[in-house]
């Protein structure tokens, strides 16, 4: 006979608040074969573990159902408390009343009423529980990182200091991302350069760091610990190893009509170019969609001016291919589209521009070296109004739900340093919330407001006119006073929302990592797994997770890499027993696993089988590789004959809870 | 008697069914309300009052009638609030309260020249079946 223990959680009101624990324990008690319940009001605590080791002494149990929250919380720690006492971890069901139960509804015996029906059905499934081994498999020890911005750069060095191998993979030319383009940051207004230049030449020149810039990542296979990574290193039309980066042909390219991604479009750059004169590495690229050469035949002046010879137009893209241990995703962000918001004249006046495009016109490296200039008449301007939260918060569709976190501090600090420039400017920043969480950040802001002389006004800005003379008037009301305001404005800044950049949707899909309907990445815990995705072997860093400022993002990054370095520790992972199983002798060899399998765990072979009637044959049976199925069961539903069982999940275990349901 | 505010707000949103609560006191309607320099309260300052439990104040206020229902407001509204449907609910709860009010068709000269002439024709629609 078998002897079951159920253990029934309060987790302090959270289920004992709208579920009657007593009364669990009591219908739970009338069940043949349990030999022992007990309610507790926190049966993970030490003392609620002890309660379950003492039962099991006492009353021989030898399995365990633990009704409390989802299995996904304490699942872990029961099965380890189980196997202290000597009884197999997968002897362990959790039956889910805090989720599935007390939490959504609010009605006590309605509530009650469905515990006891899914103890019931923990029950009747525990009972047809076998004791599962995990197996073992090896761990590559070299991690990847997606995205080489600052997120990805610290989170890289970090690994590397630890003494792993990584890689950074940048679809850019260039490694630095966002941070290079920012001219000073906050809070302390220090040179955006000046403190990420270093890290990129530190990146650079680590033994354990290998930079593939200018790549993408082509496919990804595989499982936490043994990830195969497929990376395309995209032709650059220049031999990195013989370029000097003297930058003559940046400089002598005719074609000069393509906007430079890296100045906003504020300037144009040459075909061939490099992104900024600190990139690293400080190898050109071919735009051959820009480049006379690769458009008409004709030109080839990088080519016979290139004193190292090392331009090649027939260079193709390359394949590599990697193994890896941990992959980390730092995407990083854009600022959305203006497409949608008409009204503040975006597109139609040069001079509605937004932060992004301020920071290169403050930043000494940018197309104006620095001097503040009205972008259609090359003038300083007299006043200036920065517009807070353009798309962010906006929940009618056209802009982002969320607030964009970074802009109320940028603000403050564009106004800040143009006033400091620029003393006769008169800048205003309209706002809804200034919103400035963080260790010295709210000083900074009312700093911009107490001893730069910023005008801080409450109030949306409406729209901005721009008339037939260009001259641009701001439509705004000052919440504070009621008065509605027409300005005239030399220059207007919009605050743009940001969002994951267009790469994280593709890379979630080859990656299996979840993203929210914003595309941010989703982490495996919101508060205690921040920087894991739900995936396991796969780590979040930066801007791709979520809004966040340059000190956050480097301490996200700092703690993504120490995940990652947990895990390359180890030798060997255990691997989850509860994998599928192919049951030979009803298998008919139809082979629709194999194409279900979203991890090309199942394979055709021919091989010697009893059928039911005991007849011996050989014939083509599915047969699952353990170190690669992940449990899934898109097998077991797709196998036509029911031969395919998920162990830890059966057939039989599965229609044990639903008949006990129903 | 005095007014039941509880019940005169349910009232007006019933009225204006749009989720006045979504708005975050922006004041964008305000920005953009091409009428707002005539209005003694801006639309977000309705907005607010409607939120903050004061809605017995906008039965007296002229802003309604300076409306164009031009929807503007709702337009760019980042929250998806509708300020001129709240505009109208007022216009119709002001001429509710004034009692019996079939509007003759023989007085229409009388009314002043700067009403909305959108206004005028939803007020015949309404009160002339």
């Known amino acids: 006979m078998q002897k079951i223990g159920v253990f029934v959680c309060w987790c302090g009101s959270n289920i004992a608040g709208t579920v009657d624990v007593a009364q669990v324990v009591e219908a739970v008690r009338q069940i043949p074969d349990v030999a022992y319940a007990i309610d507790y009001k926190y049966m993970c605590s030490e003392q609620g573990q002890e309660l379950i080791r003492k039962a099991v002494a006492d009353y021989k149990l030898d399995r365990i159902v633990v009704c409390s929250c989802s299995p996904r919380m304490h699942e872990a720690t029961f099965r380890k408390c189980a196997e202290g006492v000597g009884i197999n971890p997968y002897m362990v069901e959790i039956a889910n009343i805090r989720e599935q139960c007390s939490w959504v509804l609010k009605d006590k015996a309605e509530a009650t009423a469905k515990a006891i029906k899914l103890a019931k059905a923990a029950i009747a499934k525990v009972r047809f529980n076998g004791a599962l081994k995990p197996g073992e498999s090896q761990v590559v020890k070299r991690a990847l990182v997606i995205g080489g911005g600052i997120a990805g750069i610290q989170t890289a060095l970090d690994i590397a200091e630890a003494g792993y191998k990584v890689d950074i993979v940048e679809k850019e030319p260039t490694i630095g991302g966002r941070m290079a383009q920012l001219d000073k940051i906050f809070p302390t207004l220090d040179c955006s350069a000046c403190i990420l230049t270093p890290k990129m030449v530190d990146a650079a020149n680590h033994e354990n760091i290998t930079l593939y810039t200018y790549s993408e990542v082509e496919s990804v296979s595989g499982f936490v610990g043994n990830f195969d990574v497929t990376i395309r290193k995209k032709a650059r039309s220049v031999k990195a190893d013989m370029c000097s980066g003297c930058g003559i042909c940046t400089e002598k390219c005719p074609s000069r009509k393509t906007p430079s991604e890296f100045d906003m479009g504020l300037k144009n750059r040459g075909a061939i170019y490099i992104p900024f004169a600190q990139a690293i590495p400080k190898v050109p690229v071919i735009d051959r969609e820009a480049c006379i050469k690769f458009k008409t035949g004709k030109c080839g002046i990088c080519s016979k001016l290139c004193p190292a010879g090392a331009i090649d137009y027939t260079q193709t893209d390359e394949l590599i291919t990697e193994k890896y241990g941990a992959i980390v995703l730092a995407t990083g962000f854009k600022t959305i589209s203006l497409d949608k918001f008409g009204e503040y004249g975006y597109g139609a006046s040069k001079d509605v521009i937004t932060s992004l495009e301020l920071e290169r016109l403050t930043n000494a490296a940018g197309p104006t070296e620095g001097h503040l200039v009205c972008p259609s008449t090359g003038k300083e301007p007299k006043k200036v109004i920065i517009v807070s939260c353009v798309g962010s918060r906006d929940v009618s569709g056209r802009g982002k739900s969320y607030c964009s976190k970074i802009c109320c501090m940028y603000n403050a600090k564009h106004a800040m340093y143009i006033r400091e420039k620029y003393p006769d400017v008169d800048v205003t920043v309209f706002y809804i919330d200034v919103r400035t969480p963080g260790k010295g950040f709210d000083e900074f802001q009312r700093r911009a407001v107490e001893e730069y002389g910023v005008h801080y006004v409450r109030g949306q800005v409406g729209k901005v006119v721009v008339d037939g003379d260009g001259r641009l008037t701001v439509f705004v009301s000052d919440l504070n006073s009621g008065r509605k305001l027409m300005l005239n404005p030399d220059l207007v800044v919009l605050a743009t929302a940001v969002q994951p950049s267009p790469d994280a949707r593709k890379l979630a899909t080859m990656l299996t990592a979840s993203i929210d309907n914003d595309d941010f990445y989703v982490e495996a815990h919101p508060k205690l797994r921040p920087v894991e995705s739900p995936t396991a072997g796969i780590f979040l860093s930066g801007m791709c997770q979520g809004p966040k400022d340059i000190p956050e993002t480097v301490s996200q990054a700092g703690a993504a890499a120490v995940k990652v370095v947990g895990l390359l520790a180890k030798d060997k992972l255990l691997t989850n027993p509860c994998t599928a199983q192919c049951d030979t002798s009803i298998c008919s060899g139809c082979l629709a696993c194999t194409h279900v399998c979203p991890y090309g765990a199942i394979t055709g072979e021919s091989k010697p089988v009893i059928t039911k009637l005991g007849v011996r044959e050989t014939r083509t049976v599915a047969v699952v590789n353990n170190a690669l199925c992940q449990g899934c069961g898109a097998c077991t539903v797709a196998c036509p004959c029911g031969a395919m069982d998920l162990q830890g999940f059966t057939n039989q275990q599965i229609l044990a809870e639903v008949d006990a349901l129903c | ?129």
């Open chain 2, 1 to 129: 008697m005095a007014v039941d505010e509880k019940q005169l707000t349910e009232d007006i949103l019933r009225l204006a069914a749009t989720d006045v609560r979504r708005c975050m006191q922006c004041g964008r309607c305000s920005a953009n309300c091409p009428e707002g320099f005539k209005m003694d309260l801006l639309p977000h300052r309705v907005m607010w009052d409607l939120n903050s439990g004061h809605a017995s104040e906008l039965l007296e206020a002229d802003a309604p009638w300076q409306c164009l229902s031009c929807m503007a407001c709702e337009e760019r509204c980042p929250r998806g609030v509708s300020p001129a449907r709240v505009m109208e609910a007022l216009r119709l709860l002001q001429i509710r309260q004034q009692g019996n009010n079939k509007l003759p068709a023989e007085s229409v000269e009388h009314y002043p020249s700067d009403m909305p002439q959108q206004l005028l024709v939803a007020a015949f629609r309404k009160y002339n079946k």
